[in-house]
Structures are given as structure tokens and as C-alpha cells.
């Protein structure tokens, strides 16, 4: 499944057109659908262990409180930034400043922060509580089916 990115982003509130929306592959859109990007974003952060415990609980808290709602997108969001959450801290987990790549191209050596890999696993924990819901799955599953 590819994710649309020739959608109108700036003019669609995907909540009030969830046909508009596509899955997509891994974080594909997680910082284009609107209101859901401007609803979680804010409580996004991942720069010590405390931080990403409160924000992954608080995003996972939404996806919750999106699946109560029959808000497959909205639940679909939440568990793009729970991801997003992992792969950014293992990003500056393993390499300072969150670089991977030098100038040149050339890939900078590990350095492990373990504080960062602390925050990557919280959020893995909950980014997998979400992408194994079995609710979430069968709603992904018909929302595919219905829209593609």
C-alpha cells in the first residue's frame, strides 16, 4: 500500500473524509493529515526516558480514545507517531546529534546513548500495544478493503 501524497494535505480534514486517507507503509504521512497531526504532535517528544514514558503513554492514551470513537485514522496516527517516537530515538541513540549520514555520504560510526535507547524502547513498547490491537487490525484491514 502506497500513501497518497498528491492529497490536497493543507484543504482535507481526514477526520470528516476518512476516504480520502491511505495507510500507507511505516510513518508514510504522519506529519501531513490534518487534525490529527496538529492533536498528537504536540505531545511528541522522545529527549530523556521520562519524556518519551509520558508521551507514548499520552499518544497511546489518543489511539484509545480514537478507537472508542470508531476513528480508524485517527487510531492509524497515533500509531505512526508511536513509530516515529522509536525509529527518531533510535536515530540519536545511535549516532550523536541524530546524523547518521556525513556530508560526503559516507555513514558516521556508532555511538550508543543508552538514555536514547531508553526512550526507544518505551516507545516501542506502545508503538506495539497499538500495531497489535486486534481492533486496530481489523479496522485497518476494512479500511483498506473499502478505500484501498
Given at each position: 500500500m502506497t500513501f497518497n501524497y498528491d492529497e490536497d494535505f493543507e484543504n482535507t480534514d481526514f477526520r470528516k473524509h476518512p476516504e480520502k486517507y491511505r495507510v500507507g507503509r511505516g510513518e508514510q504521512g504522519v506529519l501531513l493529515?490534518?487534525?490529527?497531526?496538529?492533536e498528537i504532535l504536540p505531545y511528541w517528544r522522545f529527549k530523556t526516558p521520562e519524556m518519551a514514558k509520558e508521551s507514548s503513554e499520552k499518544i497511546y492514551h489518543l489511539f484509545l480514545e480514537y478507537k472508542d470513537n470508531d476513528d480508524f485514522v485517527g487510531m492509524d496516527m497515533?500509531?505512526?507517531?508511536?513509530?516515529?517516537?522509536?525509529?527518531r530515538a533510535?536515530?540519536?541513540?545511535?549516532?550523536?546529534?541524530?546524523?547518521?549520514?556525513?556530508?560526503?555520504?559516507?555513514?558516521?560510526?556508532?555511538?550508543i546513548n543508552e538514555e536514547?535507547?531508553?526512550?526507544?524502547?518505551?516507545?516501542?513498547?506502545m508503538w506495539m500495544a497499538a500495531k497489535e490491537d486486534e481492533e486496530y487490525f481489523i479496522m485497518k484491514k476494512e479500511h483498506q478493503k473499502k478505500y484501498g
Open positions: 493529515v490534518e487534525p490529527y497531526k496538529s497515533a500509531r505512526k507517531f508511536l513509530q516515529m517516537g522509536y525509529t533510535r536515530r540519536y541513540a545511535n549516532y550523536k546529534g541524530g546524523k547518521k549520514y556525513k556530508e560526503d555520504g559516507d555513514i558516521y560510526k556508532r555511538q536514547k535507547a531508553e526512550s526507544a524502547a518505551i516507545f516501542k513498547e
